[in-house]
């Protein structure tokens, strides 16, 4: 049987780095089992929410920006056009 791999949600992510946040006194570590979580998985998540100011933008899951939804749109677009060319 194949191991599927866990997928979050946005919300999620961003609830698990506000627990961290708000729980100074527990290490990544012991935040990540509270959470259910890996531990490299609750750093990433970190890692990527510091760099936005501790705001969740997760790519992944299908969480995609606007103009990423709309350049994957026009990409879609132009190859549906190019092959009524041919």
């Known amino acids: 049987m194949a191991n599927k791999k866990k997928q979050f949600d946005q919300e999620f992510k961003q609830n698990a780095v506000n627990y961290c946040l708000t729980h100074p006194e527990l290490s990544r570590k012991e935040c990540a089992k509270n959470l259910g979580i ?8 970190k890692q990527e929410a510091k760099a936005n100011n501790n705001q969740a933008t997760f790519k992944g899951s299908g969480n995609l920006t606007e103009a990423e939804l709309e350049n994957r749109r026009l990409k879609r677009e132009l190859k549906d056009t190019q092959d009524a060319l041919e």
Do not use: A, I
């Not at 890996?38 to 998540?45: F, I, N, P, V």
């Open 38 to 45: 890996g531990d490299s998985t609750l750093y990433r998540w």
